[in-house]
Every structure is written in C-alpha cells, then in structure tokens.
C-alpha cells in the first residue's frame, strides 16, 4: 500500500510543494473527464435512475461525512495516544500498541466493517468507527515518530532552562512534531473517504451505492461517476491537508 | 570572592540498585564568580556532576544548596529557571527566532514584553552579534559558532547568578573555538558569574578555569585547585597522566613575561659608529649587542663579526629583531620567539615599544625549576 509507505517516511519540502500543484491539477483533469463523460454519453433509463442528482448529492455528503467523522475520531483517539506512550516509561505499552494497530489495517477494510457489523448493526455509526480503527496506525505511528525525531538536545536544553514537562511538551516536541503529524492525518483521511465507499454494504449509504448499482446492472458509465467522484473528494481533501501541512508547519524549520 | 555559592554535600547518584553508583560520595564546592572547570575522561561522571547542579539529574542521596538555601526539593524547573545553562550540542529551539529563543527564561519568569525586548538586544551585544541582523533570524540561519553565541546570551538573558556549561565549545572548529574562548574569558571578566564548566580537553580547562577539578571514575576528585598548582604538583599518577607528558608547557601559556627576571645585555644607542659599537661590546666582554633608536625601541642585533664584515651602514647591520615581546605575553609565546630569535633570546618592550630587558631560556628555566617543589 503505498499511502501506508508514505507514512513510514514522511517527506516535506519538495514533495509537499509538488504535492500543492500536482494534486489540484489532477483533480481537475478528473472532474473535466468526469463532467465529458456525464455530458456526451448517452444515458439508458437504468444509468439514469441510478445518477440522479438529488441521490448523488445525498451519496456524497454522506461520503463526507463518513471520511470527515472517522478522521476526527482518529485524531481525537491517536494524537492524544501517541503523546501518552511517548511519555518516559512507556516503550512496552508502545510497541504492542503500533504491532496490534498494524494487525487491524493487515486485515481487510471490508472485514473489519463486516465485524463491526456483528457488534454495532447497520447504519453510518459502524462504518465510522470501523474506519478510524482501520487508519487509527498512521496517525499514531506518525505522533509518534514525530514527537521521537525532536532533538533530544533540544529538549535538554528547555528542560535546563526550567521549562516543566507540559512546557516541553507543548511548546517544543508537539510544534516539532506538527508536520509530520499531520501527513499522518492526511493519509488517514484518505484511507477514511476512500473506504467509506464500502459504506453502502452495512446500509450507511456513501458513493459506494453508485458503483455497487453500476457493478451489479454493468452500467460503466455509473461506475465511473461514482468512482471519480470518490477519486475527487480524495484529492479534494488531500489538497487541503497538505495546505495545512504547509502553514501549520512552524517557519524555521 | 572566597564565598560558596554551590555545594553539592555528600551526593550520591545510583541508577539501578545493585549497579555501582554513578557518582559515589561527591563534595564539592564552588565559590562565588569563580570558574571552575571539572574535567575527566569519558565517562567519569563530569557531566553527571554538572546535571546534579540544576537537577536535571535527581540525586539518589545528599543535598545541593546553592547560596546556602537547601535547593535539593524545591521545584525543579523554579530551580532550573534560576541557573544557566548552555550545552555543547547547543538546543536552540529551531521553531522560534533567535530573539524568542534569548527570551525564553525572561519569558518564563513573567518580564514584561519592553523589558524582555530590550534585554534581548542587549544580550546579542553583549555576544558581539547585530541585534538588528540576527533578532528575527532562525537557528538553521545560524553557523556554528554564532548558535553557540545565541546558546551563551540564552543563557545569560535572565541574568542568572550561576552557569553550566557542558562542553560549550567542543563541537565548533579550532579557530572559532579559540576566539569564543578569548570572548567569553573577556565576558566572564566584567560579569563575575558562577561558572562550572564541563570539558574533556585539559587545555581548556587550563585556559578556562579559575580552578579545576580532574575527576575519575564515579565523579571521584582527583584533584581539584588552581591550573598552576595541578600543573606544578600533581596529586598523584592519574592526574600526572591525564595532564600528559607537556605539563611544564602546558604552564607556560599560565606564566607572562612580566614573572620573568629580565636580563640586561649591552645595548647601543643609534647613531653609533662603528668602532665605538665594536669597542662597547668587547669592553662588556660581549658578543653581541642590541641597537636602540632615540627613544629606546629595539632596532637590530649587533654582532662583532657582522660589524666587521660589511661596509654597510650600522643600522643596516647585524639581524633584525624576529619577534618583541610584551610583558602581558605568555611564556609560552617567550618560547616561541626565543627559538626563533638569531642569538637565543627574546626583547622585552613595553606598550610604547621601550626596550626593557631581555628573556633567555636561562631565565625561563630558572622560573619554572624555582616554581616546581622539590620532590
């Protein structure tokens, strides 16, 4: 997987720059494919009542929202977590929780959700916390390796000066470890909004419905709709991270 | 001057019970303004010693005071806030400006916002950097040398009475390092802080310290006094072979001239003529003399054979002068221009340039032979 990869080994200055011309530009040449083919094929009356507008605008602010909720619940969960077993004396509680996270994503995104299924029953709630399960790891691993990688002689040296433990936390490892954090997010978003196109086989609806119908009545046409869409929103959301990347990042470093 | 201002009673550091500790029974005091330099092979515990100070390291057992009040409960970074510190690796925080990161104990002890900026200022001045250059810069802007001139005014801003130093100097280039050296001397000689200084370069410490303790193994003192006494009489074989085989030259560059009995030999007063310069040398019983202008400044060496040989004008005669000295300079220096003088001895001038006598080897030795105790 490579957005798993990306992670592993965060890049900033020129990937993220490239990042800020290359993403946006895709998307458009997506949205113009999209748009041509939505214009100049000719749609039978299936392709037409599965691409309704009204439907499609439900579908993707569903997508939205289950992208954009699992995401904060990850970051809600994962920050904070992170921040706590990086805290001295705590590299056992660490390693196991980075090995059984890996476990969750080696499963299929499409296997956790049907075992959240069992528990929590249909309906977008278990789509959601399945999802920030499954991207819950790079956001972890990413805090984690950001707080890490702060010179440890700079610490040292907040500490000497009188900075307590909450000073050196929030205003030297946390503003440090920012960038790197946020590629973290970044990727879980994309992870989040990419599978909650498997939202529609719990009943939580999503795009997914679109490409599901399109599948099962070989409408093409409807597949790709759908699927750019999702494609879309993805990049969409991407650009907006690494914008964030590059202002949140602290000027210095 | 000879009041204690740290003390560190009795101290004991063990990071694993069973483990030998890594500081056994440590006492040590350190006056007000002086420098003291604690210096030791890897591992001894030098910088342990130094962290025990401002507890980034917790004792196991014992008591620091500083100032007399008993420091080793109070609040730890209220503790910290009141002593500076300045590491080798130099830990500016890469996020903030350079004038944030002057600001930070200031900051932390609640100045106001006029008061802190105009320290800041003054802290970079008082580092001989441009406040107007460097204020809004960030570290990775910054060579070497001037982080470490930013860590130092860091440390200084909230102008505390007491300084740790670990290895200040040890990661920047020999040249650059020698000038910090030379700066901060000049500094510390208008501040009169409380300086303890970590090092694992004798002649730092040498150079550095008002006085200086060797450690061993466990933070043990081996000995601790003034550079000139550990040099003169060490206290035993481990510091005997840590100070290496150039002691005395290492105490060289602690004497100046000005310790040194000068010698006087014959000397003519330009213009002379010629007979009457080969006449004054042989009535001294001499082989040599030395020409002085009007005023007294030291022009050439006269020898007879030189006088004898050439036609050329007496001031054009003879050898020039290599090397004159000062009497502020170090033997060491005196060494140094002896071994490149043409007759074995080196001029002595005061600042106006006015011959005041000469330095030999002799007189060198004799200073160092009587210096030494007899053992």
Known sequence: MTLVNKTTKPQFSYAGNLNLIVTPVFAFLLTLLAVAVWNYSVFDQTTESILQPTLLRTQLWQTIVIGIASSLIVIAVAVPLGITITRRGWPRLKNFLVDTLGLAQALPAYGLIVIFYTFLGTGMRTVIYALALFSLLPVLRNTIVGLEQVDKSVIDAGRGMGYTNLQVLLKIELPLAVPIIIAGIRTAVVINVGMAALAFLVGAGGLGETINSGLKLNRPTAIFIGASMVAILALVLDFLGALAEKYLKPKGI | ?????????????????????????????????????????????????????????????????????????????????????????????????????????????????????????????????????????????????????????????????????????????????????????????????????????????????????????????????????????????????????????????????????????????????????????????????????????????????????TNQPIEKSGRPIAVQLQPEDTLQDALSSMLQSSVGMSVVVDRQGKYLGCCTIESLAKLLVHESPTK
Not at chain 2, 64 to 89: H, K, P, W
Not at chain 2, 228 to 234: G, S
């Open chain 2, 1 to 309: 001057m000879s009041e204690v201002l740290i003390r560190l009673d009795n101290i004991w550091k063990t990071y694993t019970p069973g483990e030998p500790a890594a500081v056994r029974n440590l006492y040590l005091e350190v006056m007000r303004g002086e420098v003291l330099v604690l210096v030791g092979p890897s591992g001894c515990g030098k910088s342990t010693t130094l962290r025990l100070i401002n507890r980034l390291i917790e004792p196991t057992n014992g008591k620091i005071f500083l100032d007399d009040e008993d420091v080793t409960s109070i609040n730890a970074s209220d503790l910290r806030r009141r002593i500076g510190y300045v590491i080798q690796q130099v830990g500016l925080f890469p996020h903030k400006t350079i004038a944030e990161n002057i600001a930070t104990v200031p900051k932390l002890l609640g100045w106001k916002k006029d008061e802190i900026e105009a320290r800041v200022d003054e802290m970079l001045e008082l580092v001989s950097m441009d406040p107007a250059t460097f204020k809004h810069r960030f570290p990775k802007e910054l060579s070497g040398g001037q982080a470490q001139r930013v860590g130092v005014a860091r440390a200084l801003a909230a102008n505390p009475d007491v300084l740790l130093m670990d290895e200040p100097f040890g990661a920047i280039d020999p040249i650059t390092r020698d000038k910090l050296q030379n700066e901060f001397l000049r500094l510390q000689q208008d501040l009169k802080k409380t300086i303890v200084f970590v090092t694992h370069d004798i002649d730092e410490a040498i150079k550095m310290g008002d006085r200086i303790a060797i450690l061993r193994d466990g933070s043990e003192i081996a000995q601790i006094d003034t550079p000139e006494n550990i040099l003169t009489d060490p206290a035993d074989e481990f510091v005997e072979s840590f100070l290496g085989s150039g002691a005395i030259l290492k105490g060289l560059t602690l004497k100046k001239v000005r310790d040194i009995e000068l010698q006087m030999v014959t000397t003519l007063k330009a213009p002379v003529l010629r007979d009457q310069a080969l006449k004054t040398i042989s009535d001294n019983n001499d082989s040599f003399a030395l020409l002085l202008d009007a005023d007294d400044q030291p022009l050439r060496w006269l020898d007879e054979r030189a006088l004898n040989r």
